[in-house]
Structures are given as structure tokens and as C-alpha cells.
């Protein structure tokens, strides 16, 4: 049975159902600035190496990661252990690693790159976010059964940097579960705090402090320790002061979260629509990156850093706003969903609607937007924008199957 152009690949309505059935604009709006910065932070790598550059770089990876597993955790909730769900993690994440991964893979090797890794197994670049997402995803059923998993996925995170397995990306999956499980945990009504005044003031000082520590990170840890990709043996000397350096970057990662989230727009708006396309966005845009340093970008902003990183980062940000816009979600959706936009045309023509009419919408790299619980709907009242959203999306997220006409946001 072809999914429903109103579901999102997990099985869940692709909207957010707020007051009156209406979708979360606060939830997509939040997907669409992290996929945005998760760009900007890729297209950083085109920079010189200044400590300005480095500044930058480190501040945004404090907690720019961190946001972007809580809310696919947040966006998780629903998944359970169904031939419905399994169908979404098959449309989703597998078949867009399976064609992604040797598509840029490949890519970058007919540019001239050294890429070292070993197809599939070794997940290079942006990728590693794919294979992460769905071994989160089948521990779902079990990690939201409880709230002890969120202590115990700090335990698990900091013994996983006594080992660093190269497959997979295990050391991110094990590093960053335990924002993947905090997600699972935390209710429309705790996200709802984000929008009061107090916290919202906060959050200008929590990451005025969180730029000021990432000044001087060389001092007490290192870049690595922001990436969760290595275990401590490649880091640092003594174990001890590795874990103890990890917990305190998860630590100031999860408030930098908090205090990005608080500050994000609860009010839908053009941009909010573009948050059903994360997963273009995610997907696609390193193949621009990677030719803009073919193209000899990297060299031309060795004399110019400052400019480098102004350009830079404004482009990022138009590129993104490109490949979520609706052009992208009408014709390169099938490039990213291709199974889930086949079904969803097929069912509609055989209904005698026009092909055009019937647009697809890839899943945003974020999750699948699937927080919502009856539970969670009936207990908490309706909040003027607030987060008691359920949706789809990650780089499953959001997103699935077909975009319902004009969305009114979307992740």
C-alpha cells in the first residue's frame, strides 16, 4: 500500500498537530536552522586555518550536533517495531545511504580526493548521520520505555571512548546517544519552557559564555572531543581526564542546545516551510561544497579569511534556503526518497490526479517527526506555536512520502 501524501515514511501524519490540527511551525522552523548550520559548519571546512576560523568552528560544534540528535530523538517517540516503520527506515535512511555513499564517495575520488574509507562500512563525510540515525531508531521501543536509559546512555557514552572501532561510525552512535535518548524523553510541556522571557535572556549569556570557552578550548580540550568520532586513546593521554573532559562537553553541548532552541521563532513564515526539505538539504549539499573546493575556493581564500568566511557563510546559508525551497521539494525529492515519491505519484495518477499535482517531499535529515503520543497531545493544551508537535523527520526526518500542497510549515 503506497503511503499516504499526508504521512511521513515512519507511518506518522507528516504535520505537526498543534492547536486546531495544524502543524508546528516552532518544529520546523528549528529544523530548518540546523540543517542550515549543519552547511555552514561543512563549508567551514573551505576556510583558512585562522584562530578566528577555529573560534567559529568550535562554538557552532559545541552544540549544533547535540541540537540536531535531540530533536530527531524528540521527533522519534512513535517509532516502534512495525512493518510500517521498518518500510520508513528502508525508504528514509537505507536507500538514501545506499545510493549516496558511493555517489559521493565517488564523487570526491573523480575530484582528485584521497577518501580513505571503506565503502558502507566506514560511513565518510556527512554521511555518518544516516547509519547513526537508524541504529537509534531500532533502539527506540526500548530507550523511551524508561527514563533510567538517560543516565545509563551517559555511562554508555563516556566507556565508548576507551574503544574506537571504525565501523559504522560507532563512536558517534555510542558518543551522542545520550541527547538521542533525552529527546525520547522530554514532553511538549518541558520544550514549552524555552519560550519564557527569562530563558530566553539566558540563552544570550549561555552562548556569549559558550563563545568565550570555545576561545580558549585548546587550553583545557580539544576540537576532537566536539566531534565524537574518536576514542580518547587518539585524543588524550589520561583516561580520566578524557571521560571527565567529555562529560563536560556534553554538558555545555546540551545547554548551547537549549539556549539555540529558545531563541528560535515560534511564528511560521516562508521559512517554515522549508523545513519539510531538510533531507534535500542534507543530502545534496556537499556535492556543491566539495565543488567549490575543485574549483579552487580553498586557495583564493587562503589571501582573504576574513572575507572567505563572510562569503562563506552567507552562501551556505543560500544553499541551503536553495535546496530546501519548493522547486526542490517538486523536482529533487525523487533523488532522495526515490521508493517513497514512485508510490506516492503512482497513487496518485491512479486516482486521475495530475503528476504535477502531486509534488513530493523528502524526509529532513533531523527524524522523522514522530513525537506525537496520544498522551502527549491530551495532556498538554494548546500552545500557540509551542513544540506539542508530532511530525516526521531527521535525515529521516521529516518528511516522507508526498508534500501536501503548500504546507503551512514543515521540517
Not at 546512555?153 to 571512548?161: E, Q, T
Not at 543560500?318 to 506516492?344: D, H
Not at 506525537?372 to 523527520?393: I, M, N
Request: charged share 15%; glycine share 8%; proline share 10%.
Amino acid at each position: 500500500m503506497a503511503p499516504n501524501p499526508a504521512m511521513s515514511p515512519m507511518g506518522c501524519r507528516s504535520v505537526t498537530p498543534v492547536a486546531g490540527g495544524e502543524r508546528d511551525p516552532w518544529l520546523d522552523n528549528t529544523k530548518m536552522v540546523l540543517v542550515t548550520l549543519v552547511v555552514v559548519g561543512h563549508s567551514w571546512a573551505l576556510l583558512p586555518d585562522t584562530h578566528f576560523s577555529n573560534w567559529a568552528y568550535d562554538f557552532l560544534y559545541f552544540w549544533h550536533v547535540p541540537a540536531f540528535v535531540f530533536i530527531s530523538g524528540y521527533l522519534s517517540t512513535s517509532f516502534e517495531w512495525t512493518r510500517r516503520h521498518f518500510k520508513a527506515l528502508l525508504y528514509v535512511l537505507v536507500i538514501p545511504y545506499l545510493v549516496f555513499e558511493p555517489a559521493l564517495y565517488y564523487y570526491r575520488l573523480s575530484l582528485g580526493e584521497d577518501v580513505g574509507w571503506v565503502l558502507y562500512l566506514q560511513p565518510h563525510w556527512t554521511m555518518w548521520y544516516l547509519p547513526a540515525l537508524f541504529c537509534w531508531r531500532l533502539m527506540t521501543p526500548v530507550l523511551k520505555r524508561h527514563w533510567l536509559f538517560l543516565p545509563l546512555s551517559v555511562v554508555i557514552s563516556l566507556a565508548a571512548g576507551l574503544w574506537d572501532p571504525e565501523w559504522l561510525g560507532l563512536p558517534r552512535i555510542l558518543g551522542l546517544l545520550p541527547f538521542f535518548v533525552l529527546g525520547l524523553h522530554l514532553k511538549p510541556r518541558h520544550l514549552h519552557r524555552l519560550d519564557d522571557p527569562w530563558v530566553k535572556v539566558a540563552s544570550l549569556g549561555t552562548l556569549a559564555l559558550i563563545a568565550f570557552l570555545s576561545r580558549g578550548l585548546d587550553d583545557w580540550a580539544r576540537t576532537a572531543f566536539l566531534l565524537y568520532d574518536a576514542g580518547y586513546e587518539g585524543i588524550a593521554s589520561d583516561v580520566a581526564y578524557a571521560a571527565q573532559t567529555r562529560l563536560s562537553v556534553m554538558a555545555i553541548g546540551l545547554v548551547g542546545a537549549f539556549a539555540v532552541m529558545a531563541l528560535i521563532p515560534r511564528r511560521g513564515s516562508w521559512f517554515t516551510a522549508m523545513g519539510a526539505a531538510t533531507m534535500n538539504v542534507y543530502l545534496l549539499h556537499g556535492f556543491v561544497i566539495k565543488t567549490a573546493e575543485l574549483r579552487g575556493f580553498k586557495e583564493w581564500s587562503a589571501d582573504r579569511p576574513y572575507l572567505a568566511l563572510l562569503i562563506t557563510t552567507l552562501g551556505s546559508i543560500v544553499l541551503a534556503l536553495a535546496l530546501a525551497s519548493p522547486w526542490s521539494r517538486r523536482y529533487l525529492s525523487w533523488l532522495v526518497n526515490p521508493l517513497g515519491t514512485w508510490e506516492s505519484r503512482h497513487k496518485g495518477r491512479g486516482r486521475g490526479v495530475p503528476r504535477t499535482s502531486v509534488p513530493t517531499q523528502a524526509a529532513p535529515p533531523i527524524v522523522e517527526q514522530s513525537p506525537a503520543h496520544a498522551p502527549r497531545a491530551a495532556t498538554v493544551p494548546p500552545l500557540p506555536g509551542g513544540p506539542d508537535a508530532t511530525a516526521p523527520t531527521p535525515p529521516d526526518a521529516a518528511g516522507g512520502a508526498a508534500d501536501p500542497a503548500p504546507p503551512p510549515a514543515a521540517p
